[in-house]
């Protein structure tokens, strides 16, 4: 995630970066200014079409046709930020009850219980990271410490490991409970924080799992593409040949929209504006190795 300070106008304004929305965008704007420019020569030096007042009142279709697409690019920005929100707090959440699971095992555990302190320092943090894997289609093998933890060896890169991190650390956390380490009530109070990990990994591929419907999407790429095309044939009148600039700037502030919402409607990618799960693992294990 980029980490930036709103306040510096300056440079926000004056700094570009990979995620500039004009880098990706410069071959289709200057496809608009060779475009924009042909139609005004061709109107205006070929047609003389200046007399036509029919032609002239093109511009009302852009007029009418510019309010529904505001509206659909406000909502569909919109929504996308909704997903990166929902996103962000799922993680938040998981930093909490990740802490929370921890301070309740310190409490419970006997300060004797070494080897299940060192296993649960070990496993929160790796469920953390086996989650940002997973929701960024990666299958690693992990640092898993065999020889100390053996039931470690039977987790599967190929299956979920997410579910199968959760399940080893309730099948310990059970175990402690058949020898009476902890009691029936600590038990029940450990078993909810271990269930929200499962209901965040649930919610995290959720998002990941459902983009925003395919016709909906297209549906919007058109509208500008047509919108932005048909632009110049009205307004050549009007503004000559400075209508190419014009409505490549158009073309610009428009596509921008639609291109920021499809980086932030997947939030758990790489990209500089996706969420900083690295970042969150790395706090969530320097916490975890505090607390235990």
Known sequence: MLIYNPKDWFGIIFQFHKADTVRKLSPLILFFIVYALGIAVWEIEYLHLSDKSWVKNIPVMHNLLGFAISMLLVFRTNTAYDRWWEGRKMWGGLMNNSRNLAIKLNTMLDGSDASSRNFFKKMIPLYAT???????????RFMLDEKEHPELASVDVKKHIPNQIAMLMFQRINLLYKQHTITGDQLIVLNNELSSFTDICGACERIKNTPIPYSYSAFIKKFIFIYVMTLPFGYVFALGYYVAPIVAFIFYVLASLELIAEEIEEPFGKD????????????????????L
């Open 130 to 140: 086996t989650l940002m894997d997973h929701l960024q289609s990666e299958t690693t």
């Open 272 to 291: 500089s504006n996706d969420l900083p799960m690295r970042k969150i693992t790395e706090n969530i294990t320097k916490n975890i190795h505090e607390l």
